[in-house]
């Protein structure tokens, strides 16, 4: 299987006033393409800061990530901003769904940005709505959903420019359980279906054993896997 992302030495430091954070001392992490990951770990482990920069939202202090063989940070901020807006699909623990437009324009919203033709944006959105179970809720606004519809909506939302690598920081963190594991359901078929690789933060161990593989951040380094009992 070929490689998406591969992530050398990854540092990252924060200062704040006189002080300085190491907040990832040293990730070495292969991610292959099609392929579903869980990140694990306590709080402030340093999920959410690697996963910002696997999705180019952030730089390291030191070490590489190469994504799909190129690079990622030896380009500039202007050439990341396509790049996130082409490749990367985010999902967050709160969806950021603009009040004032429909489920179906929400979605519709990165294609439109990208200057996706109209009508094709939309014939995405409403397929993916559809997918996820939302094909009745196409003109509700955020506010006329549950919590569950709203997030499927911003999964529809980050799937709609077909991007190689979703990243869900948290995605069904302010949901019940029953909700949660539909979602991680949809998410999975979805997976399935169109091959997308998909890295999730989830404090859910449940949720996690899902995913082909559970990566363990602990104080800024991935634990070694523990090996298998025969
Ligand atoms: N911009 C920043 N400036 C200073 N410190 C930061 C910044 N961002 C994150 N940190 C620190 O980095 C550490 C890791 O944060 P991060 O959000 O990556 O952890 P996490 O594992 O995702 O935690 P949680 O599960 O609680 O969301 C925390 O101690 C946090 O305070």
Redesign the pocket.
């Known amino acids: 299987m070929s490689s998406l992302l591969s992530v050398k030495g990854l540092c990252k430091s924060?200062r704040?006033g006189a002080a300085t954070?190491e907040?990832l001392k040293g990730i070495d992490l292969e991610v292959a393409e099609g392929t579903t990951t869980a990140l694990v770990?306590?709080?402030?482990?340093?999920?959410?800061?690697?996963?910002?920069i696997l999705g180019a939202l952030d730089r390291p202090s030191s070490g590489s990530v190469q994504f799909r063989g190129s690079d990622l940070f030896a380009r500039s901020d202007r050439e990341l901003a396509d790049f996130r807006s082409t490749s990367i699909g985010f999902v967050f623990q709160f969806h950021h769904l603009l009040p004032e437009f429909t489920a179906l324009e929400n979605v519709m919203m990165p294609a439109l940005i990208a200057r996706t033709d109209r009508r094709q944006a939309e014939r995405k959105a409403a397929e993916l709505l559809e997918e996820l179970g939302l094909g009745h809720r196409l003109v509700h606004r955020p506010g006329e959903l549950s919590g569950g519809e709203q997030q499927r909506v911003a999964i529809a939302r980050a799937l709609v420019m077909e991007p190689a690598l979703l990243l869900a920081?948290?995605p069904t963190g302010n949901l019940d359980m029953k909700t949660s594991e539909a979602i991680h359901g949809s998410l999975s078929r979805l997976q399935q279906k169109t091959g997308i690789t998909l890295v999730i933060?989830t404090?859910n161990e449940r949720l996690a054993a899902g995913m082909e593989r559970v990566v363990r951040?602990a104080d800024g380094l991935i634990e070694p896997a523990v090996p298998e009992v025969p």
């Open positions: 924060y704040t954070v907040v770990g306590a709080s402030g482990a340093g999920k959410s800061t690697l996963l910002h920081d948290e933060v404090h951040l």
